[in-house]
């Protein structure tokens, strides 16, 4: 169940990131939707890891490399503004990609369905502020405009194929192409430029191959599982 | 709703006192608009600013956990409750904007100390069963000293609180489900959950404030019907509840002096160190500063990210004015 797992791990590790943010967010508003946010990500990895096995086991007991959510999502928070950006670009594709699992009939489908909404809100959330922070004032705008130069070169991997997913990928792209760039002109920024993908060709996420501070973040979320062999919580 | 009073001279502010008065005595809601003594509204501030600043430092302890919850299920469901803690901080700073407070102004004052929060949260969460104790024994204490405040005098109080206290409920519930099953499980995770009992028991015996003759509000704020039962009278209720709780938990409260007293119908229990509750408040408890510093710093590291929603926002209304009346 790879595919399972890939939509599994990247809910499951942007659900860990959000909450991270718990006790330091700018806004007491934000509290609450940053949370709100990453539990309906945990909620949605909770349902697809169940797909692939064990949901413990899984996100408990598996090592760095048999993960394989996109590098986008295990980059660090940040500013809020990073976060945002990293919002922007995830749940984009999110919406378009359960969009187009929504329609299809894989076992993925009632997942999509039932999530649309969901994704709906985390991108509506994500382009209200990257407006408010790009077309704020002169240091809330080299902020966003940084957090999206910065984790640019993580997009293409949300267009890579993804074993037992039969997508549109092309529109997926273009969808996805089209709606950061109408967002980021009414934010008055631009497209940032440049590869989105890294120079090495070992792979990414999906194979398995993530960036260091993904295995710090492991290391966190595990530990207290990890120190109590076979212990029910 | 307080009577309506005809506003004569001759009336003066003694008739409106007396409506007050006669609204309370009868058991009626003061609402904002109702004339109130500034004492009142003085004493109303302070209280629900205590409470929504104890909401949001309280978030700290517990967020410590969320990225090390042992399972997916736990996490989802502390995750949910910080949310809503975040949530009651939220509908507390607004019920206190309806008595003429600011939010940025009651930050401020708890920013720079001038006002409190509670003080249970100066002590730290060193284990995952202290997500448990809290739960089970601080947001039950919450709960003693809440439920009676849907019935406060002060409308919006009262309704806030309701919906409060039916989310704190589900906190206490999972606070003690977690317990129970640490207490069953491994003898580690047992050790554990009795270890974080014998921290909690005491610190959450507390927040119940000084004993009664000690208490320098509680008299005026009964008369007001703010407060409905004195310290001790919800302290000794609360300990009531927790010792048949301990026993079906299967772990131990740490007070040797512990027992049913049957002629009172009630559990004596041994005495608080109240030098440590005024340490504490004083600011020496172990995490004042560490919490006091988190919230300074999310303040201060957020103040672009609201500068930017706030020219945004200003630059739109004008946008949408300049369009009205091109």
Same mark, same amino acid.
């Given at each position: 169940?790879?595919?399972?797992?890939?939509?599994?791990?990247? $809910?499951?590790?942007?659900?860990?990131?959000?909450?991270?943010?718990?006790?330091?967010? #700018?806004?007491?508003?934000?509290?609450?939707?940053?949370?709100?946010?990453?539990?309906?990500?945990?909620?949605? $990895?909770?349902?697809?890891?169940?797909?692939?096995?064990?949901?413990?086991?899984?996100?408990?007991?598996?090592?760095?490399?048999?993960?394989?959510?996109?590098?986008?999502?295990?980059?660090?928070?940040?500013?809020?503004?990073?976060?945002?950006?990293?919002?922007?670009?995830? &749940?984009?594709?999110?919406?378009?990609?359960?969009?187009?699992?929504?329609?299809?009939? &894989?076992?993925?489908?009632?997942?999509?369905?039932?999530?649309?909404?969901?994704?709906?809100?985390?991108?509506?959330?994500?382009?209200?502020?990257?407006?408010?922070?790009?077309?704020?004032?002169?240091?809330?705008?080299?902020?966003?405009?940084?957090?999206?130069?910065?984790?640019?070169?993580?997009?293409?991997?949300?267009?890579?194929?993804?074993?037992?997913?039969?997508?549109?990928?092309?529109?997926?792209?273009?969808?996805?192409?089209? &709606?950061?760039?109408?967002?980021?002109?009414?934010?008055?920024?631009?497209?940032?430029?440049?590869?989105?993908?890294?120079?090495?060709?070992?792979?990414?996420?999906?194979?398995?191959?993530?960036?260091?501070?993904?295995?710090?973040?492991?290391?966190?979320?595990?530990?207290?599982?990890? &120190?109590? #062999?076979?212990?029910?919580? | 709703?307080?009577?309506?009073?005809?506003? /004569?001279? /001759?009336?003066?502010?003694?008739?409106?006192? =007396?409506?007050?008065?006669?609204?309370?005595?009868?058991?009626?809601?003061?609402?904002?608009?109702?004339?109130?003594?500034?004492?009142?509204?003085?004493?109303?501030?302070?209280?629900?600013?205590?409470?929504?600043?104890?909401?949001?430092?309280?978030?700290?302890?517990?967020?410590?956990?969320?990225?090390?919850?042992?399972?997916?299920? @736990?996490?989802?469901?502390?995750?949910?409750?910080?949310?809503?803690?975040?949530?009651?901080?939220?509908?507390?700073?607004?019920?206190?904007?309806?008595? %003429?407070?600011?939010?940025?102004?009651?930050?401020?004052?708890?920013?720079?100390?001038?006002?409190?929060?509670?003080?249970?949260?100066?002590?730290?969460?060193?284990?995952?069963?202290?997500?448990?104790?809290?739960?089970?024994?601080?947001?039950?204490?919450?709960?003693?000293? !809440?439920?009676?405040?849907?019935?406060?005098?002060?409308?919006?109080?009262?309704?806030?609180?309701?919906?409060?206290?039916?989310?704190?409920?589900?906190?206490?519930? !999972?606070?003690? =489900?977690?317990?129970?099953?640490?207490?069953?499980?491994?003898?580690? *995770?047992?050790?554990?959950?009795?270890?974080?009992?014998? @921290?909690?028991?005491?610190? /959450?015996?507390?927040?119940?404030?000084?004993?009664?003759?000690?208490?320098?509000? /509680?008299?005026?704020?009964?008369?007001?019907?703010?407060?409905?039962?004195?310290?001790?009278?919800?302290?000794?209720?609360?300990?009531?509840?927790?010792?048949?709780?301990?026993?079906?938990?299967?772990?131990?409260?740490?007070?040797?002096?512990?027992?049913?007293?049957?002629?009172?119908?009630?559990?004596?229990?041994?005495?608080?160190?109240?030098?440590?509750? +005024?340490?504490?408040? @004083? %600011?020496?408890?172990?995490?004042?500063?560490? +919490?006091?510093? *988190?919230? @300074?710093?999310?303040?201060?590291?957020?103040?672009?990210?609201?500068?930017?929603?706030?020219?945004?926002?200003?630059?739109?209304?004008?946008?949408?004015?300049?369009?009205?009346?091109?």
């Amino acid at each position: 169940m790879t595919a399972a797992l890939a939509l599994g791990d990247d $809910a499951l590790v942007l659900a860990h990131r959000l909450g991270e943010w718990a006790g330091h967010a #700018p806004v007491l508003e934000e509290e609450v939707a940053l949370a709100n946010i990453a539990l309906d990500l945990l909620g949605q $990895a909770r349902v697809l890891l169940s797909m692939a096995g064990d949901e413990d086991e899984l996100a408990y007991l598996r090592e760095e490399r048999a993960f394989r959510n996109v590098q986008l999502v295990e980059q660090e928070n940040g500013d809020f503004a990073h976060t945002i950006a990293r919002q922007l670009y995830f &749940s984009t594709y999110q919406e378009l990609l359960y969009g187009q699992l929504a329609a299809g009939e &894989s076992e993925f489908a009632p997942l999509a369905r039932k999530a649309a909404k969901e994704v709906a809100y985390h991108r509506d959330h994500a382009e209200h502020w990257t407006l408010r922070l790009g077309d704020g004032t002169a240091q809330s705008r080299e902020r966003m405009r940084r957090g999206l130069d910065t984790l640019w070169r993580y997009t293409g991997e949300l267009f890579e194929p993804v074993d037992g997913l039969d997508l549109d990928r092309d529109a997926l792209r273009r969808g996805w192409t089209d &709606s950061i760039g109408s967002v980021l002109d009414r934010a008055t920024l631009t497209v940032p430029e440049g590869p989105q993908r890294g120079a090495w060709t070992a792979g990414a996420g999906r194979q398995g191959l993530h960036t260091e501070p993904f295995g710090r973040m492991l290391a966190e979320m595990q530990h207290l599982h990890r &120190s109590h #062999p076979g212990a029910t919580w | 709703m307080v009577a309506t009073v005809v506003e /004569s001279e /001759s009336a003066g502010a003694e008739a409106y006192a =007396e409506a007050f008065d006669a609204a309370v005595a009868a058991d009626e809601r003061i609402e904002p608009r109702d004339w109130m003594p500034g004492d009142y509204r003085a004493t109303l501030v302070r209280q629900m600013a205590q409470h929504a600043h104890s909401e949001i430092i309280g978030m700290q302890p517990e967020a410590n956990w969320i990225t090390r919850a042992p399972s997916l299920r @736990r996490k989802a469901i502390l995750m949910a409750k910080v949310q809503d803690e975040a949530g009651h901080g939220l509908y507390l700073y607004s019920a206190t904007e309806t008595l %003429g407070a600011s939010r940025d102004d009651l930050l401020d004052k708890l920013h720079s100390g001038r006002q409190k929060y509670s003080s249970i949260f100066n002590y730290p969460t060193l284990t995952w069963a202290d997500v448990g104790a809290i739960g089970w024994l601080v947001d039950g204490a919450a709960i003693t000293n !809440q439920v009676p405040l849907c019935r406060c005098s002060y409308g919006p109080y009262a309704r806030a609180m309701v919906r409060i206290c039916k989310e704190e409920s589900f906190h206490q519930r !999972q606070g003690y =489900e977690l317990l129970l099953a640490l207490s069953r499980g491994t003898d580690a *995770q047992h050790a554990m959950a009795q270890d974080a009992v014998d @921290r909690w028991w005491w610190p /959450s015996l507390m927040m119940f404030g000084p004993p009664d003759d000690e208490s320098a509000h /509680s008299a005026r704020s009964m008369a007001w019907k703010i407060k409905r039962h004195s310290n001790d009278e919800l302290r000794q209720r609360f300990v009531d509840i927790c010792v048949p709780q301990a026993e079906a938990l299967g772990l131990t409260l740490p007070d040797p002096d512990l027992r049913w007293n049957e002629e009172r119908g009630h559990h004596d229990f041994g005495p608080i160190d109240w030098e440590e509750f +005024r340490e504490v408040l @004083r %600011g020496n408890g172990p995490c004042n500063d560490q +919490r006091i510093t *988190q919230r @300074r710093q999310a303040h201060e590291e957020g103040a672009w990210v609201r500068e930017a929603a706030a020219a945004y926002a200003a630059k739109h209304t004008d946008r949408l004015h300049g369009e009205a009346t091109a």
